[in-house]
């Protein structure tokens, strides 16, 4: 049977890097759809679009991004990341469709030493990340066939509003450049984690949870040497300590995964 794999969020940096993968990807029929075509938030818009083009996958990219304000409207963040998730949930549920939801590195504290596995427990510090490990709640124990896949410090070289982008946009602008030196991570492009969405996708069951990181854990401050070094920029670069905000980030939040998909083999 043809696959139909409707994206949700479709403008968002994921999204639009799932766009660039499906135009190699032809023997899948795709569906971008939008937030104005596809509101999580609305049964009846998840419903209207399940009813169009009857996906048998669903990649959820539609999410509540911004962790600065998901923590001044954490009623708003919640709409979308954990309830927003659960009509999306149902629908899939109703319409047979496998959904593969994206989370994050946000879910967890922040207190290991080695990199997050799929065995770690959730544990967020800030609304953003409770919001997320709420909707990821909802899936393993709402969705029939489900993935959840975390995945963190995402960057889209080509497109959007992320570090690798701004980092550049200020070296070229002449700035000199303060970048904070203690959260550490693993960043990811989006064209990675796009392609390891498709072969999850071809791999199938067994559903739960799966990471998906690259393998290089930085600072945000280390990340920045490599993209200067990587554009043989001169710009000067200097290493900060994250500022004393209300906002708490895990410090430490490097993913990896225990379960290897079989075309990793
Ligand atoms: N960015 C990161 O560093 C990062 C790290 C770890 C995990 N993740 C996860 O990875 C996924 C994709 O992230 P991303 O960076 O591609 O996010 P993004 O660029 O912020 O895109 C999210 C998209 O979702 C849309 N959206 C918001 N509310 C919606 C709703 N109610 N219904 C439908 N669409 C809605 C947004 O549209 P508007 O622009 O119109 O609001 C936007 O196009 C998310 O689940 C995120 O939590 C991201």
Known sequence: MVKTILVTGSEGQLGKSLRILATKKEQIRWVFCSREELDITKAESIENAFKKYHPTHCINCAAFTNVRLAEAEPKLAEAINTHGVGKLISVCNQFKATLV??????????QKTTPYTEEDLVNPLNAYG?????????????????????????????????????????ARAGEVLEVVNDQTGTPTSTTALANY???????????????????KIQTWYSFAKDILAAHKLMTELRPISSPKEKLIRPSYSPLVS????????
Do not use: M
Not at 141 to 170: C, M, P
């Open 101 to 110: 939801h994206l989370s994050t590195d946000y879910v967890f504290d922040g």
């Open 258 to 265: 225990i379960k290897p998909l079989e075309n990793d083999l």
């Open 130 to 170: 409770k919001t997320k490990a709420a909707g990821e709640n909802l899936v393993l124990t709402q969705g029939r066939k489900a993935y959840v896949v975390r995945t963190s410090w995402l960057y889209a070289k080509e497109h959007g509003q992320n570090f690798y982008r701004s980092i550049l946009d200020k």
């Open 197 to 215: 969405l498709y072969r999850l996708i071809q791999q199938g069951p067994p559903y739960g949870i799966y990471h998906f990181a690259e393998s």
